[in-house]
């Protein structure tokens, strides 16, 4: 399973990302979350953390961890922040 | 070494409240960093990504589990995220 690259905008439904992020880790993969700019930033962050209350329920406890990375959008080279959610072994 | 509360507002600077991790970390703590709203957690995320490269050069890898919490400011009830920091054994 590869990783998967989940991006985020400000008008994301939290839900309904934090249902993609549970499917790539059912699969066994990490999620790479990506958000440019603080309203993305905190959709993304709670999908995460209701994620976390999904797999909880199937006694999967996931992590995440934060690091910023370079992306471009319409030929802007920007800064994002990329939570790589993954499950604890 | 007990938990410890670190709050993020808006106007805080990431990377004081890295060093402020940082620090729990070290100590062999859990840093429970806790912001209200998008600006707060935005700053949130951007000092734990922050932390993880100080604590990388000390070979320390270092995650997150971002949760929901009820807080209470100035009497009113408000839901804040909060990020348990902390090192991966």
Redesign the interface.
């Known amino acids: 399973m590869q990783n998967e690259i989940i991006k985020v905008s ?1 008008r994301s439904m939290p839900k309904l990302v934090a249902g993609a992020i549970a499917a790539v880790i059912r699969e066994g993969g990490i999620a790479e979350v990506q958000a440019v ?3 993305a ?2 959709q993304a ?2 999908a ?2 209701i994620a ?1 209350t999904y797999m909880a329920a199937e006694d999967v ?1 996931i ?6 990375t370079e992306i471009t959008i319409d030929d802007v080279e920007k800064t994002a ?1 990329q ?1 790589n959610v993954e499950k604890i072994i």
């Open positions: 400000s700019g603080a309203g930033t905190n962050v709670k995460v953390a976390r406890d992590i995440c961890r934060p690091m910023f922040i939570l």
